[in-house]
């Protein structure tokens, strides 16, 4: 990054300071002695005047003074008074002359001097605002960082978990170092590389660690950056940029969240006058006007790849891809081990452990739970994190802070500890569900009242019918136990009916899993990373619609009474480990499995 010098008023001052005690010392020698007018003619009337010179208003000579022996001359001035004074002079035959009074110096430093001063001050009044906000004249400037070779201090030792995007970007950095193996045999690199991927995966880690390998300066900017309220602005900046960019070549370019610049054009309100709009065409002219041999790579990240411009993909700009997905089980270790090397923790860690905990996360959360541990660590006055404060870190992570203080009265507490357990009973019950590690009545996070955590073993990418059906079971286990005991239920299932709902109705209108039959009826697709987008209305007939909601209620309906075939046939299960909940507030999966294996007819499943 270019380094500035900064301005101070503290060494105009001091220069001011200097110039007055060196202007005092010269003077200080050439000193005029302001006399009366009476001394004057006394030493007239002596003889001791030997030369003046007169003007209007002022006599200045030199007068003989006796110091000692020896005879000096001084230097004197004084108000002239009577205007026949020439006589007096001729008669003690003193040399004098008339001189006319200059006004020039006294003229200048009474008007030109406070001019300067102001002029000063405004000047630096401006230099100040500039160092805070960009001025007038640098409106149509980039707002880039620039990041020399030496400042990008990030390498691909320091991303794990995206090997395979990673490996898609070694050909860029060999393009840089080396662009004659590329030119020589008339190959060309891609002008244009978009990063696409979840929030939170590392897309501009990884960018920034394309820049740290290559050696290269580095210019990184948002997309949010360019578009401004005044008309021209963002397309100045974007050739500004590029200008730039071509002086320092190689180098990489590097546009962050490239949604909020490259949406498809005529979705503003605007239309084609729109500002984001002049700047997205500025931006694929320059893109089409630079000589990729130059050596600018230009690299975008962005998590909504669906809505940017086609023109922004097609080959000759973004015509290279790379998919920065969620980490597996392994990337998950690997990310683990990056961020467990800036804290202190026990040498016994199961990393792979605690892996599995953590399916879909990203290295964003991953980055997070190690640093919640050594925060709770240090909480807990140990001088490391081990894996009880990893375990708590995740579930933090995951439904919330712990609320032990939260005061429940017991009759609320005893439909939550069946509640959790309807859950965890129904899931060890049914094949193809996660493994339950944990259950407990403390409260967490906003509205969670109680919590059963289940970590699946393996990272998964298909779900045959029967385990979402099971799946949508274990949801509404913790419903049909208040029915089982109770006799009664709750509002506590509004977020387990929620998933249970979205399950069963994704079955029905996109994975064709009933008998409305093996159509797609779901209206428009999500997002590709963005999945909490709200679909917009069907385009189906109304019959359809109604085939649609029954299915959807039939498959809720169907397993909600397996649920409740299971709990009631394992009752004695769920009244043993609700009173060891209600005494221990948390237990552990392995504690639920041994009771259940110990009670008779009532086997752990398989």
Not at 262 to 289: P, S, Y
Not at 303 to 321: V, Y
Not at 537 to 554: F, L, M, W
Request: glycine share 8%; net charge neutral.
């Amino acid at each position: 990054m270019e380094k500035h010098q900064k301005f101070s008023i503290w060494y105009v001052l001091l220069g001011i300071w200097v110039v007055l005690i060196i202007q005092n010392m010269i003077f200080s020698s050439f000193q005029v002695k302001i006399i009366p007018y009476s001394e004057f003619l006394n030493a007239l009337n002596d003889g001791r005047v030997t030369e003046v010179a007169i003007t209007a208003n002022h006599i200045q000579g030199r007068m003989k003074t006796s110091s000692g022996s020896v005879d000096q001359a001084q230097a004197f001035r004084t108000i002239r008074v009577d205007p026949e004074i020439s006589e007096q002079l001729a008669r003690h035959n003193v040399v004098f002359k008339g001189e006319i009074e200059s006004t020039f110096l006294r003229d200048l430093l009474s008007w030109i001097l406070p001019v300067f001063l102001f002029v000063g001050i405004w000047f630096f009044m401006i230099k100040r605002m500039q160092g805070q906000q960009p001025g007038f004249m640098s409106l149509g400037k980039n707002k880039a960082k620039i990041y020399m070779e030496d400042q990008v201090g990030v390498r691909f030792e320091d991303v794990a978990g995206v090997e395979e995007s990673k490996q898609e970007l070694v050909e860029i950095i060999e393009f840089l170092k080396e662009p004659g193996r590329f030119t020589s045999v008339g190959g060309k690199m891609p002008r244009g590389v978009l990063l696409v991927g979840p929030p939170g995966t590392g897309k501009t880690l990884l960018a920034k660690a394309v820049a740290g390998e290559s050696g290269v300066p580095f210019f990184i900017m948002s997309g949010s950056e360019f578009v401004e309220m005044f008309v021209g602005l963002g397309a100045a900046r974007v050739r500004d940029l590029f200008t730039q960019a071509k002086a320092k070549a190689p180098c990489i370019i590097f546009i962050d969240e490239l949604d909020a610049l490259g949406k498809a054009r005529g979705m503003g309100t605007m239309g084609g006058h729109d500002e984001r709009e002049q700047t997205l065409n500025q931006l694929l002219v320059e893109m089409d006007g630079f000589d990729p041999q130059v050596g600018v790579i230009l690299i975008a990240a962005t998590n909504r790849p669906e809505i940017l411009d086609p023109a922004l993909l097609r080959p000759g700009r973004f015509d290279r891809q790379v998919l920065v997905d969620r980490p597996d089980k392994k990337g998950r270790e690997a990310i683990l081990r990056v961020h467990l090397k800036k804290v202190k923790y026990d040498e016994g860690l199961d990393v792979e452990k605690l892996a599995n905990m953590t399916p879909g996360m990203v290295g964003a959360d991953l980055a997070n739970i190690v640093n919640e541990a050594a925060l709770l660590a240090v909480r807990r006055g140990k001088n490391q994190a081990g894996m009880p404060e990893f375990q708590e870190a995740v579930e933090r992570v995951i439904a919330g802070l712990e609320k032990k203080n939260r005061v429940i009265n017991p009759h609320e507490k005893k439909i939550v500890a069946y509640h959790e357990l309807g859950h965890a009973i129904v899931a060890m019950s049914l094949p193809g569900t996660d493994p339950v590690q944990k259950i407990t009545v403390i409260p967490r996070g906003i509205a969670a009242l109680g919590y059963t955590m289940q970590v699946p073993t393996e990272d998964r990418f298909l779900m045959s019918k029967t385990e979402l059906e099971n799946k949508i079971a274990t949801l509404l286990g913790g419903r049909a136990a208040e029915e089982v005991v109770i006799g009664d239920i709750s509002t506590g299932a509004h977020n387990d009916l929620s998933r249970a709902s979205d399950i069963a109705r994704s079955m029905v209108r996109e994975y064709g899993m009933s008998k409305v039959g093996q159509v797609y009826y779901a209206p428009n697709r999500r997002a590709q990373f963005l999945p909490m987008l709200p679909e917009g209305p069907g385009e189906y007939s109304q019959a359809t619609a109604e085939a649609i909601d029954k299915e959807v209620n039939d498959i809720i309906g169907s397993q909600y009474r397996k649920a409740l075939g299971i709990l009631k046939q394992k009752r004695d299960v769920l009244e043993k480990s609700f009173a060891l909940l209600l005494e221990k507030e948390t237990i552990e999966g392995e504690e639920l499995k041994d009771l259940m294996a110990n009670v008779a007819g009532a086997p752990a499943a398989a």
